[in-house]
């Protein structure tokens, strides 16, 4: 599936599936409570906590895809084109970073 293709999924699955969108500031919020879970998963499997008993049968993936998903909306509800916004982003870091990381001394 392209980036543009998930947006028109997204947009079709609201207008069905979930009656209308959030509105901005409500799905920002979701956004970051979304980013929250996958930060939960991330410092238990890979940083110094453990998990609890209830937290053991997350899914990273699913979690990644639930951002994925809100972020998608809000690009959908801010007329924002996903692919030519990361297209753009991309060649950004590109021009800005093309000798930064390979003179970084702590890359190496």
């Not at 069905?16 to 939960?40: C, H, S």
């Not at 916004?85 to 702590?106: Q, V």
């Amino acid at each position: 599936m392209t980036i543009e293709e998930a947006q028109k999924v997204v947009d079709e699955w609201i207008n069905t599936t979930g009656i209308r969108y959030f509105n901005e500031l409500t799905n920002t919020a979701i956004l970051m409570e979304e980013v929250g879970e996958v930060a939960r998963i991330m410092s238990r499997k890979y940083g110094e906590q453990s998990f609890k008993e209830s937290d053991k049968k997350v899914d990273l993936g699913d979690e990644m895809a639930d951002v994925l998903f809100v972020l998608i909306c809000l690009a959908n509800q801010t007329g924002i084109d996903l692919t030519d916004a990361l297209k753009k982003n991309l060649n950004k870091k590109t021009k800005r970073d093309s000798d930064r990381h390979k003179n970084n001394e702590k890359l190496r």
